[in-house]
């Protein structure tokens, strides 16, 4: 009857005919009125011509952690290079100047990386980088592949000068370990989702920060996560109820309650107006990062197909970070991959 699916799946369901558009229940409950009490940048996946077919539930950013221990370890080596201790790169440069002395290498051996750029979902973290230099992936009709741009080649350059020229990032560290190696000190910072906080928070023996990842011309995100559809061909009565369930596990104490025990955006603005959440955040202000970076939030790239275009691009991203093709290369390949995808070639 109702399902939470990977935001970025909304078209293929609706090439199959799979789910309901959710207008009427919304205007039910007030239309525009409703819907303000959420974050407006979370319903960029959500809408296919000009319906809603899907509802925001479990919502991240990519979000840059740091180790506030390992800062000031090297406090003196940053200082002496201009740059602040205290807090974490703000741009691009600054990403590659810190990651340089944060890396900690005995006798030619890393000990310490100066960031971790997971793999796995690096065409996600990617897509972070596009937006941050002007570009994307894809563009908004969900069908122009942008995939090949000099934005997006200067941005796959920089990640292999990271793990390949200055050897401060590990090469596709798998997505699911990437926080086990912060914890651990591996790096001493790590791109991941804020739905990874919790177990940051609970496990890391350091003090750590949360930041905006670092900008080029400006700062931006995709958003990720999951949202829920109602599927079509249920009874009437499956439908509503479904519904209802959408309506309680989106109110403003549910999704405080998930956003404190997960890590991830409580899509509901007035979640964060609750005493406790305040109390929380006033202890864990790292949580409300994500949250503010919405302010530089697009919606995360999706097409008909987009299992095949994924695969296009990790495929592609993994062999330029592996050496195996030039970035140049890699962005064709991908590109070309892309367009036969979404063609349904």
Known sequence: DVAVVEISEVLSLRAMDATIPLDDYIKAEGGEAFLEQFFPAFFGNAKVEGH?????FQRSTPILYWNKDAFREEAAALKKAGLDPNRAPKTWDELVAYAKILTKREDGEVKRYGVIIPGGWNDWIFEAFARQNGSQLIKEDWKTVTFDTPENLEALRLWVDLMQKYKVCPVLRPWNITPEDFIAGVAAMMYYSTGGMRKVRENAKFEFGAAFMPAKKTYG???????????????????????????????PEQQAYWSRESGYIAVNKRSYDLPEMQEFLKKFPQMTVARDQLQYAHPKAMAVNFQLIRKAMTTNLDAALEGKKTPEQALRDAQKAMEAAIAGQ
């Open 221 to 251: 995100t995709p958003v990720g996560g999951g949202d829920f559809h109602i599927f079509k061909n249920r009874p009437k009565s499956h439908q509503d109820a479904a519904w209802k369930f959408i309506k309680f596990m989106t109110t």
């Open 52 to 56: 809603i077919y899907s509802f925001p």
